[in-house]
């Protein structure tokens, strides 16, 4: 997506619903180069999409907006949903990648808010982490450890994990453009959140490895380091429920882990040897 106005903004003139989720990988080091370039991508992209709407003659009647729920508080105790969730920027003590993640969020929303877009309902995608079984994925990337021996708990173990499944990410956005009578923030993510140790331990079991190395705070860090990513993506706890999903009746095909982890094994399998099989 264009950070300004350009010849795309005709496409958005007449359209019935415009999706943004442009934004660069936060998988990287959060140095000062690709800090301004997460921010831009989300930022820029937004407020041009915001422009567009904006100007156009027939606008379209919704916009969903990629977010994060890495807006929200670490938090272990209580869930995080949208009315009583608590944003994140109250821990004194959080590592300053933590709060960057935050204040990308914040920011991020409120551009989205900002827009003049009076005949456009928006939708705010407080988006968990996607799993599918493609390439180069989280997924792909946390199964890959997995097979190696490494799929142990990560720090305590006790950090929520906050996921979806790719097909129910697909499934609630369909469902949300129908939905006339939603706007403002919804949280996509499974109703189950679930410590590390036992997202981890679920998964061995869907990919049938017995068993897992964990991994300390310090062994992270450095492998972190190794990966150029950060450590704020496995140890901040994300516990996160779609409240306004369900209330509204959403159904979730895959609302448990060991369900979701047990299908995207097999199609992470399928796809494999599909693919040799074509070589």
Not at 51 to 63: C, F, N, T
Not at 135 to 141: L, S
């Amino acid at each position: 997506m264009a950070a300004t106005l350009g010849s795309w903004q005709r496409e958005i003139d007449g359209a019935d619903v415009v999706i943004n989720l442009a934004g660069r990988s936060v998988n990287c080091r959060y140095n000062a180069t690709n800090r301004h370039e997460i921010v831009q991508s989300r930022i820029a992209s937004t407020r041009a999409v915001g422009e567009a709407i904006g100007r156009a003659s027939h606008p379209p009647r919704v916009w969903l907006q990629a977010s994060t729920a890495t807006i929200y508080a670490h938090r272990y105790e209580s869930a995080n949903d949208e009315r009583s969730g608590i944003i994140g920027g109250a821990e004194p003590d959080a590592p300053d990648t933590w709060r960057f993640s935050i204040e990308v969020a914040r920011a991020w929303e409120r551009a989205c808010n900002e827009a003049v877009t009076p005949a456009t309902r928006k939708v705010l995608l407080r988006s968990a982490m996607t799993m599918s079984p493609d390439e180069g994925g989280v997924f792909d990337a946390l199964l890959g450890l997995v097979r190696l021996g490494l799929g142990g708990s990560a720090g305590t173990g006790r950090q929520f994990v906050s996921w979806i499944h790719y097909e129910d990410f697909v499934a609630a956005v369909w469902w949300l453009i129908g939905r006339r009578d939603i706007d403002g923030a919804v949280n996509l993510a499974s109703p189950h959140p679930l410590p590390n140790g036992e997202f981890m331990r679920t998964l061995r079991e869907a990919c049938g490895v017995p068993f897992g190395l964990p991994a300390r705070d310090w062994m992270l860090e450095i492998g972190a380091a190794f990966m150029r990513t950060e450590t704020e993506l496995i140890l901040k706890s994300r516990r996160v429920v779609p409240q306004r999903l369900l209330e509204c009746g959403f159904t979730f095909k895959f609302p448990s882990w060991s369900e979701a982890a047990a299908d995207l094994c097999d199609q992470w399998k399928a796809a494999r040897q599909n693919a040799r099989s074509a070589a």
